[in-house]
């Protein structure tokens, strides 16, 4: 199923290059939500210009699209608003001897340009917003507070590093200095 409602025939685009712009429903936000595992999302919006290409059977995508959603700080575990944005630049074609396969992606070099075999010459340009959106978004998401949290020093006396966490064996070194690291006994 499609979250978001907004596909494209490929026969609309023989008189030229087609806009798609719109804000998504409220409904369709929630699904996105369900979708991407988010608590909440608040808006979607997109602007995407869909042409053909001088290769009659290659259709390009490009535009923008943009989420505001509610997600849960991995700092202070608190709810916050989150704007998640994406440039939109995607290839397709009706024409399989066009299309990249799985096996071209595997082992496409970094210049070979993707292009997607679209069935029933019907481009999902909703579900292309929200493989996007999810592509970009932070995996540990921070709350503008969390910055002030993380700068708050450890609560250990150990080296501290600039974004607030103690270095793991900051005391190992005192500990030889000591005399306190000193071989194991053995049990013989």
């Given at each position: 199923?499609?979250?978001?409602?907004?596909?494209?025939?490929?026969?609309?685009?023989?008189?030229?290059?087609?806009?798609?712009?719109r804000?998504?429903?409220?409904?369709?936000?929630?699904?996105?939500?369900?979708?991407l595992?988010?608590?909440?999302?608040?808006?979607?919006?997109?602007?995407?210009?869909?042409?053909?290409?001088?290769?009659?059977?290659?259709?390009?995508?490009?535009?923008?699209?943009?989420?505001?959603?509610?997600?849960?700080?991995?700092?202070?575990?608190?709810?916050?608003?989150?704007?998640?944005?994406?440039?939109?630049?995607?290839?397709?074609?009706?024409?399989?001897?066009?299309?990249?396969?799985?096996?071209?992606?595997?082992?496409?070099?970094?210049?070979?340009?993707?292009?997607?075999?679209?069935?029933?010459?019907?481009?999902?340009?909703?579900?292309?917003?929200?493989?996007?959106?999810?592509?970009?978004?932070?995996?540990?998401?921070?709350?503008?507070?969390?910055?002030?949290?993380?700068?708050?020093?450890?609560?250990?006396?150990?080296p501290?590093?600039?974004?607030?966490?103690?270095?793991?064996?900051?005391?190992?070194?005192?500990m030889?200095?000591?005399?306190?690291?000193?071989?194991?006994?053995?049990?013989?």
């Open positions: 199923m499609t979250e978001i409602m907004e596909v494209l025939g490929l026969d609309r685009l023989q008189s030229g290059p087609r806009r798609q712009a804000a998504a429903t409220p409904e369709e936000c929630a699904a996105v939500a369900a979708r595992g988010l608590n909440a999302v608040k808006a979607i919006s997109f602007d995407l210009e869909i042409s053909q290409t001088a290769d009659r059977d290659v259709y390009e995508v490009i535009g923008q699209t943009s989420m505001t959603a509610e997600r849960t700080c991995s700092v202070t575990n608190d709810p916050f608003d989150d704007i998640t944005q994406a440039a939109i630049q995607e290839l397709f074609t009706s024409n399989p001897k066009k299309a990249t396969s799985d096996e071209d992606d595997i082992e496409a070099d970094m210049g070979v340009v993707d292009i997607e075999l679209v069935e029933n010459d019907i481009i999902d340009l909703g579900d292309l917003v929200v493989q996007y959106l999810a592509m970009e978004l932070d995996q540990s998401p921070r709350s503008p507070e969390a910055a002030a949290v993380v700068a708050e020093p450890a609560p250990n006396d150990g501290v590093l600039a974004v607030g966490r103690t270095l793991p064996f900051a005391g190992l070194a005192d030889l200095r000591n005399g306190k690291g000193d071989e194991p006994k053995s049990d013989g």
